[in-house]
């Protein structure tokens, strides 16, 4: 039993760290994409494409995975070292070979597939280890992917604002890192025996009643988390620049980084606490002040720093806080056998609703100012929060937490 307890922690660390470094692609090209917009002449439609296109590949893949039960037939470890390998060659391309909108655009789609087979399969490993404590590990592991998905923003305000291929090279070696760090996974004692192929296995999945409230509560959790997380910079930016601010898109960079990086913290608390209160109510509870929040940043737009910094550092730490206990209730919750394919599958259709979400903030944006930018995502936090208080009250939410709901 000791053996297993240390090598539990082990896991965690090693992937938590690999993750953290193949998620530093996911918003390499967003940070950089005023830089890009300038060099290259585009519009903010097509800036945006800069990191919807990842989330249309991160579809493309995990439902092609999904659908061929490949998360659940090639071993975790390689195919998250591929995968992170795949995504590294491709950001670092953009910096090497590109110099205009569509050949990058296409290159981050090929990111986003990519890093299907990285998030989805780094959850998997965390529940081949842990069958107790599974809600800290996944948080701890969606934790490390906030806080690599923040790096970009780092790289840029320390010194990089300016230099695109820089941060495109950093993000590109980090991920190559990752995936060579996870190599040394060995799978734990709760890893099912491979998988044979079975189309059958998805009908099961979507049919499922408490998979299908687990992930109805992710779905409108996503339409928020990634829109907040894409724009949250230019909202910052903005902001600063009504208040006079000097500097306003340096300082804007650095905190933009710390909102999103801040909900690594959260992730981990609340991975924690879901496992000794319950999933559904901490991920009600989050979404809760995150809804909240879409709707307060109009009120505090504008503001002297003093009140948009800790209102920002709160937002960012509950938005992603509730992330992870929708993947740990579906790894509880869907037949052991196919939990690879459920949770690629949960992210796939999660991810495609954030390509909506994330074009809509700037149309609003254009109709009614950064003030009110965020404001229609609050339909997101509503709905999940209602499918997660119904799942609670359903036999199904014996099986999560330990029968803590």
Sequence with gaps: MAAIADGKWRALALVGVAELFAMTLWFSGTAVGPELAAAWGLSAAETAWLTNAVQLGFVAGALASASLTIADVVPPRYLFAGSALLGAAGTAAIAALVASG?????????TGVALAGVYPTGMKMMASWFDGGRGLAIGVLV?????GSA?????RAVGWIGRPDAVLYGTAALAALGGALVLAYEDGPHQPETAPFDPGAIRRIVTDRGVVLANTGYFGHMWE???????????????????GMADADGRAALLAFATIAIGGVGAWLAGSAADRWGRSAVTSLSMGVSGTACLLAGVVFGSPPLVVV????VWGFFIVADSAQFSAA???LADESYVGSALTLQTAVGFLITIASIQLVPLVRDAAGWRWAFAPLVVGPLVGTGAMLWLRTLPEADRLAGGRG
């Design 225 to 243: 988390l990634y829109a907040v997380w894409t724009w949250i910079p230019f909202y910052i930016a903005a902001s600063f620049e009504v208040g």
């Design 151 to 155: 790096s970009p923003h780092l790289l």
């Design 330 to 332: 579906v790894s509880e």
């Design 102 to 110: 569509p050949p990058a655009i296409a290159l981050r789609f090929l």
């Design 143 to 147: 934790g490390a992917l906030t806080v």
């Design 310 to 313: 800790p209102f920002v550092l």
